[in-house]
Each structure stands twice: as structure tokens, then as C-alpha cells.
T-cell receptor
């Protein structure tokens, strides 16, 4: 069954606002990763957070991980029109290397 | 330089035909993957190779056969194409272990 579920499925905000996307999963993981996919393009890795980490930052991105609740959130601060894309969480529970299971994704639209 | 490249970018073919998609990475990674993304953007792993050895083989029809001639290349051959095979196929690569993955631009396969 699908590991990750994302919420909301779609989010529309104005430039400059913050965007928060949530991801829930079902089983124990090694790490959780967030990816961005622009329309018609491949996925781009944003952040990897390991199961023993609680928060991680990268530029305007902040990711939290709560393993007790099996959930993660991605916060994009001061959003820009260029942030418009689909955002996916992916859990890695592999025993021999990376084995990602992707969520359904959140479609973020940032209006100028 | 393109890190992960796929050819062709678009593939339109008729039911029953056989087709191949090629993938190459110049990142020096040991592990490569094939994913299928359906029309609802759901992304699912199909296969993974580590240094030419098959390590992940999901429940995929045996009409799909991956081949890795060396660790920089992973090809996907599909026999007897069906309408349901229409999707975007992504190749990805990573270092061996629980690390982020680097995705190619995708191959949009349309079976008519």
C-alpha cells in the first residue's frame, strides 16, 4: 500500500506568503525526503531528513519530522511564483539501499 | 552537463509493439532506478540496480525487462505494449545507501 499521504492535495497562495505541506506515513523509515516537480519535468531533490533528526533547514525551506506521529511537514517561506510546482514526500525504508515510496503530492500555486 | 539523461523524451507507439527507453548517468553513482508516474502523478518504483545487479524488482508485468550493461546505464525494454503502459517513466540514480536520488527528465510513453 502507498506509504505517504500528503495534505493538502492543492494549495494556492500569494507571493510572499508561507506555504506548508504535510506528509504522513505508515511504517518505520530510515529517512524522509522532499522533492519538487515542475510541470513536465523530472523530480528535484530538496531535503533529506533522517529518522533521528527533528528539523532541517535549507534556504527558505524548513522540514520537520515527527516519528512518533509518523508525519513530516515542509514549510516554504516568502514564496515566489517560481515555487509553483508539485511537491512530493518520499519515505525510505529500504534495508539494502534506497527504496523510496512517494506520496501523492501537493500542487502548490504561487500567484504573483 | 546533464547528470541523468533519458532517451527518447517522447514515445508514441501502437499496442503490441516493443520499445526501449535508455538512461545514462554521469554522476558516478552505483545505484539506478526506474519509476513510473501515472496520469494522477502517482510515482511508483519499478526496478533498482546496484552496480549492474538487480536489487529491487516490484510487482511489474514481465513484459518489462530492465538491463544494466554497466553502472552508468540502465535501459528499460517493454514488450507487447498495452494501453495501460501509457505513463511517464523516470530514471534516477543515487549513491549506494539511503541517499537522495537524482532524476532524469522523463520519457512520456503514449500507447495508442
Amino acid at each position: 500500500s502507498q506509504q505517504g499521504e500528503e495534505d493538502p492535495q492543492a494549495l494556492s497562495i500569494q507571493e510572499g506568503e508561507n506555504a506548508t505541506m504535510n506528509c504522513s506515513y505508515k511504517t518505520s523509515i530510515n529517512n524522509l525526503q522532499w522533492y519538487r516537480q515542475n510541470s513536465g519535468r523530472g523530480l528535484v531533490h530538496l531535503i533529506l531528513i533522517r529518522s533521528n533528526e527533528r528539523e532541517k533547514h535549507s534556504g527558505r525551506l524548513r522540514v520537520t519530522l515527527d516519528t512518533s506521529k509518523k508525519s513530516s511537514s515542509l514549510l516554504i517561506t516568502a514564496s515566489r511564483a517560481a515555487d509553483t510546482a508539485s511537491y512530493f514526500c518520499a519515505t525510505d525504508a529500504g534495508t539494502s539501499g534506497s527504496r523510496l515510496t512517494f506520496g501523492e503530492g501537493t500542487q502548490l500555486t504561487v500567484n504573483p | 552537463d546533464t547528470a541523468v539523461s533519458q532517451t527518447p523524451k517522447y514515445l508514441v507507439t501502437q499496442m503490441g509493439n516493443d520499445k526501449s527507453i535508455k538512461c545514462e548517468q554521469n554522476l558516478g553513482h552505483d545505484t539506478m532506478y526506474w519509476y513510473k508516474q501515472d496520469s494522477k502523478k502517482f510515482l511508483k518504483i519499478m526496478f533498482s540496480y546496484n552496480n549492474k545487479e538487480l536489487i529491487i524488482n516490484e510487482t511489474v508485468p514481465n513484459r518489462f525487462s530492465p538491463k544494466s550493461p554497466d553502472k552508468a546505464h540502465l535501459n528499460l525494454h517493454i514488450n507487447s505494449l498495452e494501453l495501460g503502459d501509457s505513463a511517464v517513466y523516470f530514471c534516477a540514480s543515487s549513491q549506494r545507501g539511503p541517499y537522495e536520488q537524482y532524476f532524469g527528465p522523463g520519457t512520456r510513453l503514449t500507447v495508442t
